[in-house]
């Protein structure tokens, strides 16, 4: 994308993230991480189907959203802190998504390096918002194959190279009133500590407020 800027953020160490799987109870720690196995990675929203990315979130409670959790399924929620300064690149952060996803956040301005992203220029401001559109567009689970194939395309080009460890947008599902990451799998390995296992049941979810009952919880999982 010549001719587009970008400020981008380096969030310092011991920054938490929640990730949850749908899903038995978790043995190793493989069974909560991202897709070992190239053959078992599905196209996401922020990956394609041949390299996996670990999605995670800034709160706990936007994995069951993110999940779609329904009554009587089992969730896998790991707590993970880093060990070093995350370097990440933004999307999705703009005025038309705050109406999109009927935001309680002002997300074209809720950061520093979203407001110097659009200070840029006009024309700068508009792709901003362009390609924010894209990526932000709420997917039905049947469309996802078709309509993921466009962003995830789009974060290969924002995260392409070494410089950046993963990519940063407004959840979806929660009206982008938090953050999803998508980390690439090199510093999931290198760079981020689990800290803690809980395994819940989904008892029931109404008016948006999920109950649960834990089934167990661990600080410690074999790798």
Not at 54 to 67: D, G, H, I, Q, R
Not at 207 to 220: A, E, F, G, P, W
């Amino acid at each position: 994308m010549k001719g587009y800027k970008v400020v981008t953020p380096i969030i310092k160490k011991s920054f938490d993230l929640y990730r949850g799987r749908i899903c038995e109870k978790p043995q190793t720690i493989k069974d909560i991480s991202y897709p070992p196995e190239k053959d078992k990675v599905s196209l996401g929203r922020a990956n394609n189907a041949l390299n996996p990315m670990f999605y995670a979130s800034t709160l706990k409670s936007v994995p069951f959203f993110e999940l779609e959790a329904k009554e009587g399924d089992k969730v896998a929620l790991s707590k993970w802190k880093t060990n070093s300064p995350l370097k990440i690149n933004h999307i999705g952060f703009t005025e038309e998504n705050i109406r999109r996803l009927n935001s309680s956040r002002n997300l074209h301005s809720i950061y520093t390096f979203v407001k110097n992203t659009n200070n840029f220029s006009d024309l700068n401001e508009m792709v901003h918002e362009y390609l924010g559109f894209i990526f932000a567009k709420p997917v039905l689970k049947e469309m996802a194959s078709t309509e993921y194939k466009l962003t995830s395309a789009l974060s290969e080009i924002l995260i392409h190279g070494d410089y950046f460890d993963g990519l940063v947008y407004p959840t979806i599902q929660m009206k982008g009133n938090a953050d999803n990451l998508a980390l690439k799998p090199q510093y999931v390995d290198n760079n981020l500590n689990f800290i803690y296992l809980e395994y819940f049941e989904v008892l029931t979810f109404e008016n948006n407020v999920y109950s649960l009952r834990t089934l167990d919880s661990s600080s410690k999982i074999d790798l």
